[in-house]
């Protein structure tokens, strides 16, 4: 059975960090890219950054760049986003999610496996 836990979500100020972490269990952690997707109510989930199974492919949305970051352990079966200088507009659920590809998808519908969320919000 394959799980996804994330943790690390929180009520912050705007400016602080954050660093979420998702750990994986149930299948071959290096066989799938790990992104990490966040969804406000009323909107479609998206793309928060990306990270292939292996080597340096990275994705950031654009409005991210600079601020956040996204890691993984392969050892721990781990995924990271560390979030700084954060704005009331990141305020969202976020997901960590698996899909069996080298290469980062941006579309949700491509990944197998989500985590059950973590809430993020940033107060101005």
């Known amino acids: 059975q394959v799980q996804l836990v994330e943790s690390g979500g929180g009520l912050v100020q705007a400016g602080d960090s954050l660093r979420l972490s998702c750990t994986a269990s149930?299948?071959?952690?290096?066989?799938?890219?790990m992104s990490w997707f966040r969804q406000v109510p009323g909107k479609d989930r998206e793309i928060v950054a990306g990270?292939?199974?292996?080597?340096?492919?990275?994705y950031y949305r654009n409005s991210v760049k600079g601020r956040f970051t996204i890691s993984r352990d392969n050892d721990k079966k781990t995924v990271y986003l560390q979030m700084n200088s954060l704005e009331p507009e990141d305020t969202a659920v976020y997901y960590c999610?698996?899909?069996?590809?080298?290469?980062?998808?941006?579309?949700?519908?491509?990944?197998?496996?989500w985590g059950q969320g973590t809430q993020v919000t940033v107060s101005s």
């Open positions: 999610a698996a899909d069996l590809s080298r290469v980062i998808t941006l579309s949700p519908r491509a990944y197998q496996y």
């Open positions: 149930g299948l071959t952690f290096t066989s799938y890219a």
């Open positions: 990270i292939g199974s292996s080597g340096p492919n990275i």
